[in-house]
């Protein structure tokens, strides 16, 4: 079943120009988006006080990646919690409130919990998860099947991609309403159209990840530093690197750089920095040369043609990736850190489909 592949994980990642094709079949017509599962829902949620998202590991920065474009196309404020804080805190959960549960399992022990707690509260329950007939699909009231295809790989690679695309399909559902965002839904939707043979074009910097793997393989730590967009793609760059590779990682907001992690910079720390283009992307040209000037080691992810911008010196490592609506750019820019952390797991000897310690489905608390 891995087919040409040495291992599930690298056979996801390279699957997902197909997996996020499925997850958009049918569901994008007529320049619109229909969702079966939420059809009857749209008029609730567009009513809703909040979005509350949760979920956990990867699923939470799915979410995560999800909230700046739910929060714009909705105008709804979108609020994140991982399930066991939401569960350990009993955090408040109102009768106006949209709370959307995202697990590629839907088996998620912590995630199910707070669906319950969600559902006593009286919430509407939305599901968006890549399990037909999964516990999580069962117990909320509507929701979105993923649709990606059975994922084997314990660390999460092309459920993640699909898990924004079908967000992004969910935002746009909701805010179809509004006549305002019109230009900008028609642009994301374009941009969804183009995703699969972009993301096929940055499968490419393959060889290129596996040599960038090859020289951080004796490093002790990795940062990944991210806004904006792409705050979510520094966190789950990070947690692939960890959970695979065994290597310390750790994923940044950029713009909380000066207020401590400042002080971890000097010539042997890698850093990996996200700046392609968006709004945050003259903030990151920023970061960059704060960075340099304090000899740090630097990776810089730009989007193609941009390596005089982000680095004039020359003297970082560049990551070039193709260009995409700004919202989508993240679905782009884990593609290149899944493969890295890949790499790095199999040049340190590590077990990439089962990684010390964890398991494919956490369904104990
Ligand atoms: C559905 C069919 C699909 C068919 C399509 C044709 C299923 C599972 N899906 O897809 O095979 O090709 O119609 O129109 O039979 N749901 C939840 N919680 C979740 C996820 C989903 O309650 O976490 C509910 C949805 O609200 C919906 C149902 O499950 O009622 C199916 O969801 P989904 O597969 O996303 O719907 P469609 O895309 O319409
Ligand atoms: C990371 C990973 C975990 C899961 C988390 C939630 O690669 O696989 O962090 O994302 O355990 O699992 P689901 O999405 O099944 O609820």
Known sequence: KKGSYDHYMQKEIHEQPHSLTTTMRGRLKDGGVLLGGLKEHLKTIRR???VVFIGCGTSYNAALAARPFVEELTGIPV?????SDLLDRQGPIYREDTAVFVSQSGETADTLLALDYALENGALCVGITNT????????????????????????????YTSQIVAM?????AVGSDQISTQTRRDAIISGLTSLPSNVSEVLKLDVEMKELASSLIDSESLLVFG??????????????VKEVALMHSEGMLAGEMKHG???????????????????CFSKQQSVIQQLLS??????????????????????CRVIEVPEIADC??????????????????????????????????????
């Open 79 to 83: 609020t994140m919690e991982v399930a």
């Open 48 to 50: 809703c006080r909040r």
């Open 227 to 240: 806004r904006g967009y792409n705050y979510a793609t520094a966190l789950e760059g990070a947690l692939k």
């Open 261 to 279: 992690p400042l002080a971890l910079v000097d010539e042997n720390l890698p850093i990996i920095v996200i700046a392609t283009r968006d709004a």
């Open 168 to 172: 992004a399909m969910m935002a746009l």
């Open 328 to 365: 989508l750019q993240p679905v782009i820019n884990i593609i290149p850190l899944q493969l890295l952390a890949y790499h790095l797991t199999v040049l340190r000897g590590f077990d990439v489909d089962q990684p010390r310690n964890l398991a494919k489905s956490v369904t104990t608390q």
């Open 294 to 315: 304090r000899r740090g080691r630097l990776i810089v992810m730009c989007s193609k043609g941009d390596a005089s911008a982000v680095c004039p010196s020359g003297s």
């Open 132 to 159: 037909v007939g999964s516990t999580l699909s069962r117990k909320t009231h509507c929701g979105v099947h993923i649709n990606a295809g059975c994922e084997i790989g314990v660390a999460s690679t092309k459920a």
